[in-house]
């Protein structure tokens, strides 16, 4: 199959409005800016890359040379021009993928998924973690897996904070990442450029058994997803809040692949893969912080200078 290189594609062009809304709500959540500037100073970022590059068999041409080519492949049709590394986890029960790094990221797939999915399903959970990349998403994503530990680190220096981390910040995180999970669909969407794959790899990571890959129809997965009724916006606040805290977080499949079959059915992606670029060419400007004058560059989330969002 060919696939189509979507030349300067920009993130804007794939993502879902409720991602932009929840991360504008995230962003303006009492202590957001304490927390990314603690995340910066306790240098955790770095320990996740010691702990994965410590931990885990790193993909390359020599080592697995068909899924480094259809990771190289992604990152070319989603115009990705940073190649970040790659890293299988062990994992047998867990068919997907997560990153790690802002500036230098890692893409890490459970053995599981490189066992399970075909090599344009593997393209399809590949392109999610591009998207995630493209959009930015790592930061908060890297919060949200050590925000317990924060809010234990705040507990003895600040008053009340802990507790305001532990609830408010924890609820807008978590509904913030159920719609990043609608931009990187679209984005695994756009790497596999196959809605059957897409649907084939979702309806597996639904639970599908695999005695039943070469037996099950797909479109029962996809009657079923359209079918969803799911929440209205009001709703899905309180379901988070009272549903997904209490009994942890789970993967929303079915309501991922009707939010992924609206985009598809609206005609709106194929217009961005149909679509013509144009080619801009633009002069570097020198960009400095708004609150304490650092040089920053236009791909920074926060100031490494002072730590505030941008």
Request: charged content about 20%; proline content about 3%.
């Amino acid at each position: 199959m060919e696939f189509k290189t979507l030349h300067n594609l920009a993130p804007g062009e794939y993502e879902h409005p409720l991602d932009k809304k929840a991360l504008d709500a995230l962003q303006t959540t009492r202590g957001i800016d304490t927390v990314v500037r603690k995340f910066h100073e306790h240098g955790i970022e770095k320990i996740f890359t010691i702990q994965i590059t410590g931990s885990n068999i790193q993909v390359t041409p020599e080592s697995f040379p068909g899924l480094f080519d259809i990771f190289e492949k992604v990152c070319e049709v989603m115009y990705l021009t940073m190649k970040p590394e790659v890293y299988i986890y062990r994992s047998d029960d867990q068919l997907q993928g997560f990153t790690t790094g802002m500036e230098h990221p890692i893409v890490s797939l459970s053995n599981g998924s490189v066992e399970c999915f075909s090599e344009e399903e593997m393209m399809f959970i590949i392109g999610r973690e591009i998207g995630h990349i493209k959009s930015k998403h790592i930061l908060y994503y890297e919060i949200g897996a050590v925000l317990p530990l924060l809010s234990d680190v705040f507990s003895g220096v600040t008053l009340g904070l802990s507790s305001l981390i532990s609830m408010g910040l924890q609820i807008a995180l978590m509904n913030w990442k159920r719609m990043a999970e609608y931009t990187a669909d679209r984005a695994g969407l756009l790497a596999c450029q196959n809605v059957d794959a897409a649907t084939s790899a979702l309806t597996k990571i639904a639970g599908l058994p695999a005695t039943h890959y070469g037996t099950f129809n797909p479109n029962h997965f996809a009657k079923q997803a359209r079918q969803f009724k799911g929440f209205d916006t009001g709703n899905y606040n309180k379901a988070i809040k009272y549903i997904s805290l209490m009994f942890g977080e789970q993967q929303w499949v079915i309501d991922r692949a009707k939010e992924l079959y609206k985009w598809v059915d609206s005609g709106d992606y194929q217009r961005v893969v149909d679509r013509k670029t144009e080619f801009k060419y633009m002069v570097p400007k020198t960009l400095v912080c708004y609150n304490c004058g650092s040089k920053i560059s236009e791909n920074d989330i926060s100031c490494d200078g002072c730590g505030i969002l941008l």
